[in-house]
């Protein structure tokens, strides 16, 4: 079974760690570049668990979690242009997010698998991802936890600018989250073809 499982957790690992590098580029005011590699985690996941059942994604997930503390703790290590390049709050809010995010897409795929191809990746990743970003950006930017790391200033992420720049006055931190969750959301639809794809090709079940 580990063999078999090789290509998953290589794919989960060469994401998390695609994902800690580019979360430090922006794409534009809102998102970073990490955003668009992140979300085919949930692909890796769902294949897994397509293929080999939930106990063999939960085994994904947790190699994947593991690589994502090791990147943490490499970033902590390494001083930016502000600081550590990883804080806590961030190792933490990164860590908790993605476990929990990647759990709750294993149990919701797990229950729906008999229902048509596409009701149990696109539902399990729509609420896995909604989860993921909830957890992040409260935990690592929300001025109601700054107690988790009081030497970490994180004020500038509490700034009120209009919601994505047209909206209503909100923090720069729920802006940063919407657009994270829209672009999730975007990549859960899109993550359709693919999974269509290398169902089809290996003779799976669709249907």
């Not at 990647?102 to 729509?126: C, E, I």
């Amino acid at each position: 079974m580990t063999r078999k499982l090789l290509p998953g957790i290589l794919a989960m690992a060469i994401i998390v760690v695609a994902s800690n590098i580019l979360v430090q580029h922006l794409f534009g005011q809102w998102l970073t570049w990490g955003a668009f590699t992140y979300p085919f985690a949930f692909l890796v996941t769902d294949l897994t668990n397509r293929f080999y059942g939930a106990p063999a994604a939960r085994r994904v997930v947790w190699a994947g979690f593991a690589t994502g503390v090791v990147c943490s703790l490499v970033g902590t290590q390494i001083t930016g242009e502000f600081g550590p390049l990883v804080t806590l709050r961030v190792a933490l809010a990164s860590g908790t997010a993605f476990l929990a995010a990647q759990m709750l897409d294993v149990t919701v795929f797990d229950r729906m698998r008999t229902g048509a191809w596409w009701k149990a990746p696109l539902v399990s990743t729509l609420l896995g991802s909604s989860l993921d970003t909830a957890l992040f950006f409260t935990i690592a930017f929300s001025a109601t936890l700054s107690f988790i790391e009081p030497a970490n200033d994180v004020s500038w992420a509490g700034a009120l600018l209009p919601l994505l720049g047209v909206g209503p006055a909100a923090p720069l931190w729920v802006s940063l989250a919407a657009a994270d969750w829209l672009v999730k959301l975007a990549l859960a639809l899109a993550a359709l073809v693919p999974f269509r794809l290398i169902l089809a090709r290996t003779n799976a079940k669709v249907a």
